[in-house]
């Protein structure tokens, strides 16, 4: 099993190490280096073996490359992160999910071996794989398997309520990251949004398993009308088992445009983010859909490109399409504020076509 990945990024190039949120940055000479010792089977060149030891307490010395390195080759395409909805499917219901439908369906196994591979010679090092709910996919062990294998650093998105069946496989083959949703501090609240009777429990259940294990665990808290008055306890709860957490309360609309989640808006806790300054999507990174669909983004999904048919050479259309959407239109065209906005173009129209107040999503509606 490796233990150290280096990987070209763009311009750069990178060492990192499974499970560590550090990593370092490589001359060029030197990834050559270890490309080289990978072939010939040589030990671990010694200034990485400094190095590893410096910065993950990892020790190298007397290893062979090939046992203990993946390197992985140079692209022309100059994607480093995509995100793969590997199934819409969810074992929750739920009421403010931005996909407007969670069918149960996706690659067949073979195809998402195929998929990952593709990942992989696009250049991808960071991958996010969500859903739906990740871990309720059949698939998921093996193709979890597979992307690490294949030097993949990779974040899962999950309502951790399946956590507890994959501990062995995620301490034996450590994450970049976990990070678990959560929805409520108490049963009532987290049932109540989820539309799932013991999705609480269940969640719980998988935040002990992984902690027992040894997992790292991120959180996210969900803020809405049914956890408003619990955000102390969410955040007493990511005290206790997360290594790091954010708060999320700016629900949106479906992807489509379905206004349905914004019923689940906390109104005093809509933030004010950062001005909207641009956007790689589409240029560094972009996502899969369930089916092999490429798109900029999870929220920009027009005109997919068929990954499965077109292979890597339809990936070279994308920062076309990611451009086009990023284009100011409908209630946004002409707007003389556009220089403080706060909100991408893609998501601005799915508020728009939701016919969604301007104070639920721009900070000018007041």
Not at 65 to 73: A, C, F, K
Request: hydrophobic share 40%.
């Amino acid at each position: 099993m490796h233990s150290v990945i280096a990987s070209p990024q763009e311009e750069k190039y990178l060492v990192a190490h499974p499970g560590a949120r550090a990593g370092l940055q490589i001359p060029s000479r030197y990834y050559r280096e270890l490309a080289a010792a990978v072939d010939a089977a040589l030990d671990v060149p010694p200034w990485l073996v400094d190095a590893a030891r410096g910065a993950w307490g990892l020790n190298l010395a007397g290893e062979r490359s090939d046992r203990v390195l993946v390197v992985r080759p140079e692209t022309t395409l100059g994607y480093s992160r995509a995100t793969w909805e590997i199934n819409k499917g969810c074992n929750f219901n739920c009421e403010h999910c931005f996909l407007e439908s969670r069918p149960f369906d996706g690659l067949t196994p073979a195809d998402k071996i195929r998929l990952l591979d593709m990942l992989r010679d696009a250049g991808v090092l960071w991958l996010q794989i969500t859903g739906g709910e990740p871990l309720i996919d059949p698939g998921f062990p093996d193709a979890y398997r597979h992307a690490y294998r294949a030097g993949m650093l990779i974040e899962i998105l999950t309502n951790g309520s399946r956590l507890h069946r994959h501990v062995e496989l995620l301490a034996d083959m450590p994450p970049h990251k976990v990070t678990v949703s959560l929805y409520g501090a108490t049963p009532e609240s987290f049932d109540g949004l989820t539309r799932t009777k013991g999705s609480f429990k269940n969640t719980i259940r998988g935040l002990d398993a992984a902690r027992a294990a040894g997992i790292p665990i991120e959180m996210t808290l969900i803020i809405t009308k049914y956890s408003a008055d619990e955000v102390p306890q969410m955040r007493a709860l990511a005290e206790q088992y997360a290594v790091a957490h954010n708060e999320f309360s700016n629900i949106s609309p479906t992807y489509t445009g379905g206004p349905d989640p914004l019923a689940t808006q906390a109104p005093e806790y809509l933030d004010k983010t950062a001005i909207f300054s641009g956007c790689p999507a589409g240029h560094t990174f972009f996502h899969v859909d369930p089916k092999g669909y490429a798109t900029m983004c999870k929220v920009g999904r027009e005109h997919p490109i068929p990954l499965m048919v077109e292979g890597l050479d339809g990936l070279t259309r994308l920062p076309a399409i990611a451009d086009a959407q990023m284009l100011r239109t409908g209630g946004c065209n002409g707007c003389k504020l556009s220089a403080t906005c706060r909100v991408c173009r893609p998501l601005a129209r799915a508020y728009q076509e939701a016919e969604a107040p301007l104070n639920t999503y721009c900070q000018h509606g007041d």
